[in-house]
């Protein structure tokens, strides 16, 4: 049954598959992407606690919980802004808002539609016989 070629073949498949979604299965190598994370995370954090003040912080934690994808984008301009020096005070909730407003001008904006079929889901009120 154990047969050379076909075990060969499995780990090229299964080395394949590894470099394919990024990893080579070593434990040790995942905790350490974990933990540089986790590292970077700790410093974004560090680097808004010291720049935005209380309002601006508590506004963008709002928009993180509908927006994340937006949230993210501000956390890591402030973040740039901060590392090159451009920012002298803390940023205060109406100028964290006018950066947010030229981020949405930067976004593209995405339109989402909902589209209801009444057949399918069997709510037409024309088959209503009592």
């Known amino acids: 049954m154990d047969d050379p070629e076909l075990e060969k073949l499995r780990n ?3 080395a394949q598959l590894q470099a394919q979604h990024g990893g080579t299965g070593d434990p040790n190598q995942a905790k350490a992407q974990e933990e540089r994370m986790q590292a970077i995370e700790e410093t974004k954090n560090s680097i808004l606690s010291q720049v935005l003040d209380q309002n601006a912080r508590a ?4 928009i993180k919980i509908s927006r994340p994808e937006k949230a993210a984008m ?9 590392q090159m020096g ?4 803390r940023i205060s909730e109406q100028e964290l808002i006018q950066i947010l407003e030229s ?11 909902v589209k209801f079929d009444r057949r399918r889901a069997a709510l037409d009120s ?5």
């Open 59 to 62: 506004r963008l934690n709002t």
């Open 12 to 14: 090229q498949r299964l």
């Open 103 to 113: 981020v949405n001008q930067q976004m593209p904006k995405s339109t989402s539609t």
């Open 74 to 82: 501000v956390e890591n301009m402030i973040c740039r802004m901060a």
């Open 86 to 89: 451009q920012v002298q005070t």
């Open 126 to 130: 024309d088959d209503d016989d009592f």
